[in-house]
């Protein structure tokens, strides 16, 4: 494939209301990520503003840290380039054949209403692209439009963090909104695992969402998948 991936991250390191750090849940790059590379496929980091990338703490705590995880927080070079991160509104659309948004309590902060990433996406989506995002990070699909000026997502098969999983991780009344609700506002069929923390993919065309960060990888996959039928 000639064209590339971006991966978009969040530059927000706490949470606006109780000013607590948050950020990039680095699973949900890393996991991404490592699977793409397998197939030789090119990808960007890029973050809104630029530069430094805040990782959520959590999310390289002990009871959390996986081996892949593991890995790539402790390779310099790839630390070197996630805190290099290219600035969003620099780069060129038509470069890129999947846009996809890594999620972490960060990304509620700036994502939705970037403008940046809004028309980032429309390009790449109107290009017939595809649009992708895990967990926190689907609320960047919560205002991109087509070609049309629909919502992307109205009518859209989607799954994105549950109000379960907020609650379980004692978050409800630190978030500026809830995405399951904002989703389900936007016009989109969201739906969600039985049960929470456990990995659930929606595909719906070139729209493709993961849940929570147990979903990262199979996520990648769905894109790997949505990429043959697309390339051919």
């Known amino acids: 494939m000639d064209k590339k991936i971006l991966v978009v991250v969040t530059n927000i390191d706490k949470y606006e209301s109780t000013k607590e750090p948050t950020g990039l849940w680095l699973g949900e790059l890393v996991h991404f990520y490592n699977r793409i590379q397998k197939d030789g496929i090119k990808m960007d980091i890029a973050s809104i503003q630029g530069g430094n990338v805040p990782i959520d703490p959590l999310s390289v705590s002990e009871n959390i840290l996986d081996e892949v995880t593991r ?5 310099e070079d790839f630390m070197k380039k996630l805190n290099s991160s290219l600035k969003l509104g620099e780069l060129n659309p038509e470069d890129y054949r999947v846009i996809y948004f ?16 809004q028309e980032m996406s429309k390009t790449i989506y109107e ?6 995002a895990v967990c926190h990070g689907v609320g960047a699909l919560l205002k991109i439009k087509d070609k049309n000026g629909e919502l992307a997502i109205k009518g859209k098969e989607v799954t994105g963090y549950s109000n379960t999983e ?16 904002e989703l389900k ?18 595909v719906d065309g070139t729209v493709i969402t993961g849940q929570n960060p147990q979903s990262t990888e ?9 990429l043959k039928m697309i390339e051919k």
């Open 218 to 226: 199979e996520v990648a996959e769905k894109v790997l998948d949505v």
């Open 166 to 181: 907020e609650e379980l991780a004692n978050a409800m009344n630190k978030i500026p909104f809830q995405l399951e609700e």
């Open 127 to 132: 290009n017939g692209g595809i649009l992708s």
């Open 102 to 117: 890594t999620g972490g309590h960060g990304t509620m902060w700036d994502f939705p209403n970037s403008s940046e990433i």
């Open 71 to 75: 890995k790539y927080y402790e390779d």
């Open 185 to 202: 506002k936007a016009g989109a069929k969201y739906t969600k695992a039985l049960n929470p923390f456990v990995s659930y993919t929606r």
